[in-house]
């Protein structure tokens, strides 16, 4: 709220909420995200665009539990939050937790560019956790010809009906495979999805926990 970001739904929060996360990122810090918007009123944060993550290190987003802090896009065909999309720091020691990235509008999976979140940089040694995608292509894609994020966590993610490619897709990454990854639990509603709903993902050292994939009812090929 101390950058003007209304949260109440209605208002577009795109510049607002954009120079919060680039003046946070400066430096190397938390930015709170909020569950309500001035007046008490239980609502989600309006936004027309993508929103840049600079690459830089110690950023933290947190929201106040994904049922709670829900960023919205009306845009279609964009990411909800493109992260690493400017600036050339290293980019490390990030964490993205507790929020809901949802789109206005359902996504057919001919709307490509509808990731949820971008990974349009190289990311290590970060976490992503408690956090819902919906109504998107993917939840979580690559730009092309970028390294896929190494030594990372990954823990407590919904994927939600709403997806119609699938989860997570790495297709676009260059082919090197990245090391150390964890990837915790994740429940996967895949009743739109076309799949594959794990998309060329390569990588050596990783963990997996559980992965619960449930009402794929397209048919789509689960790991590719």
């Not at 109440?8 to 680039?22: H, M, Y």
């Amino acid at each position: 709220m101390d950058f003007g970001v209304q949260w109440d739904g209605i208002t577009d929060d795109t510049t607002a909420l954009q120079n919060a996360i680039t003046t946070v990122a400066a430096k190397h810090a938390r930015l709170e995200l909020p569950a309500t918007n001035p007046s008490g009123a239980s609502s989600v944060c309006k936004i027309t665009s993508g929103l840049i993550t600079p690459a830089t290190w110690g950023l933290q987003m947190v929201g106040q539990g994904p049922y709670a802090t829900i960023i919205q896009q009306s845009a279609n065909n964009v990411p909800i939050l493109d992260l690493g999309a400017s600036g050339s720091a290293p980019f490390h020691s990030c964490r993205l937790a507790d929020l809901q990235l949802v789109y206005a509008s359902s996504q057919p999976s001919t709307n490509t560019g509808a990731y949820a979140a971008r990974f349009s940089a190289m990311q290590y040694e970060s976490t992503i956790e408690r956090v819902i995608f919906q109504n998107g292509f993917y939840g979580m894609g690559m730009a092309s010809g970028i390294t896929a994020p190494w030594g990372c966590s990954y823990d407590d993610l919904l994927f939600g009906s709403g997806l119609t490619g699938g989860a997570i897709d790495w297709h676009l990454a260059s082919t090197n495979g990245v090391p150390n990854n964890h990837w915790g639990r994740f429940y996967i509603d895949a009743t739109n999805m076309a799949g594959p709903i794990f998309n060329r993902l390569l990588g050596v050292s990783w963990t997996w926990d559980a992965v619960e994939i449930l009402n794929a009812n397209q048919g789509p090929q689960l790991l590719n």
